[in-house]
Structures are given as structure tokens and as C-alpha cells.
């Protein structure tokens, strides 16, 4: 009986660990593409700094 117990306990442990590193390579995948996505969003952001410096400019000349 004991040699059973330790037996299911090291298929266990073999389980988890396999569990646990499929699970960890999908947190990486889904972390990488969060950071495409934060990138693009800084894009987005300087892109739209721009178009209002652009508009603010824009209104500036037209009130003076």
C-alpha cells in the first residue's frame, strides 16, 4: 500500500508539473501579446497628440 501511495503521488506530481507548464506558456503567450497591444495604444496616443497639437494650431491661426 505504501508503495501505491507513493506511486500515485509521484504521477501527481507529474500532472501538476505538466499542468503548470502548459499553463505558464499560455500566461507568456497572452503577457506578449498584451505588450503588442500596450504598444499600439502608445502609438495610437502619440498619433492622436499629434492630430490635436495639429487641430490646436489649426484654430490659433484662424482666431487670430
Not at 500500500?1 to 506530481?13: D, T
Not at 503577457?31 to 489649426?58: F, N, P, Y
Amino acid at each position: 500500500p505504501l508503495g501505491q501511495v507513493s506511486e500515485l503521488a509521484e504521477q501527481l506530481e507529474e500532472r501538476l508539473f505538466h499542468r503548470y507548464g502548459f499553463h505558464n506558456g499560455l500566461f507568456q503567450e497572452r503577457l506578449r501579446a498584451l505588450g503588442e497591444v500596450l504598444e499600439r495604444v502608445e502609438e495610437a496616443q502619440a498619433e492622436l497628440r499629434r492630430i490635436c497639437c495639429t487641430v490646436e494650431a489649426a484654430y490659433q491661426e484662424l482666431c487670430l
